[in-house]
Structure formats: C-alpha cells, structure tokens
C-alpha cells in the first residue's frame, strides 16, 4: 500500500509503503469502542467520595425514646433517612480501571490507522523537525497543509523544537510513537505521521 509523503512546506518527499496488516485492515467499531472504553476507565481517577453515617458530624445520641411518642423508632440524626445524615451505599474512591490484553490492544491500535487510512485523512510526513522552536512559522506551515485537528506521531523521540512550537497551536498535538493511542488517534480530524514513526509504529504492532 504506497501513499505520498510531504515536507512541512507542502512539497513531496518520495512516497511510502505501508504495512496493509496494520493501514489496510476494514475498521471494526467494536474493537475501537472496547480499547476507547479501557483507556478512558484507566483514566478515571475514581477519587469521588460521600461521607457515611459514621463520618457525618452530628451527635450519636438518640433523638427520643424509643417507645410512647407515637412516632418511628429512630437511633441518632445519622441515619440516611435525615437531611445531612450519612450517605447509604455512595461512591467511595475506587479503581474503575478492567483490564484487556495486549494483543487485543494492539488490534484497537491497528483498526484505528487503518480507520484514518480508509478515510483519507491520514498524511505521512518526511520529518517533524525545526531548525527553532517558532510557533509562528509551523502555526502558517499547519494552516497552508489545511490541518485544524491533527496528531501528529513521530519515532521514537520528538524533536524538542517541534514539540515546544506546537504547545501553543491551538488543535496541534504531537506524540512519540511509544504515546500512539487510540483515543487520541480517533480524536483528531487529521492523522499525520513521520517517516521515522511509521517504522516505529510498524515494528511495535508486528
């Protein structure tokens, strides 16, 4: 599967081949729904929390006695039937992270290049380098190219010019072929990988 490769400035830079187990696959929303829904979870904290009736502040003596009042029989004003008692059976911090295989993760990861492939919205990139880190100049390179919601995944390593001028675009993100995921890929309108991130990405999900 050949596809063109650019330069920031728009020209050509050759054209490469990509892997079809990996850019070539019918994207399965399923998959994609399974690996979304694992990583946000992971990413919950899960740190929400209500007190109980043993952490509420009122007093812990009994309100009135148990027979003769023609009433019902009541403990102290901590109990979940009182206004500002304690919380019955509320969150408390909890992991809501499950787990997934790694090779069904990189099945999800697969499914989502090859989505982005299928769709025509993926660019391949001859390198993601700045000779400085001016975010005027890449903020004109992105607007001439026609990117307004991009990932841009390079090797192994981002060079650092790059990464500290695309901080402050707006709708810019860039990652290391180690961060490649597939919320973040899903995310974006325009998926656009480095050369040298192809064969990183290639030689992980081998």
Known sequence: MKTDAITLDGGKAGSVDLDEAIFGLEPRVDI???VVRWQRNNA??????VKTRSETSYSTKKIYRQKGTGGARHGDRNAPIFRKGGIYKGPVPRSHGHDLTKKFRKLGLRHALSSKAQAGNLVVLDTA?????????LAKQVKDLGWKRALVIDGAEVNQNFARAAANIDGLDVLPSMGANVYDILKRDTLVI????IEA???RLK
């Open 129 to 137: 380098d700045l000779g400085e880190a001016k975010t005027k100049t």
């Open 32 to 34: 994609l729904h399974r």
């Open 44 to 49: 919950q904290q899960g740190t929400h929390k």
């Open 194 to 197: 480095t050369k040298a991130g």
């Open 201 to 203: 990405l290639e030689a």
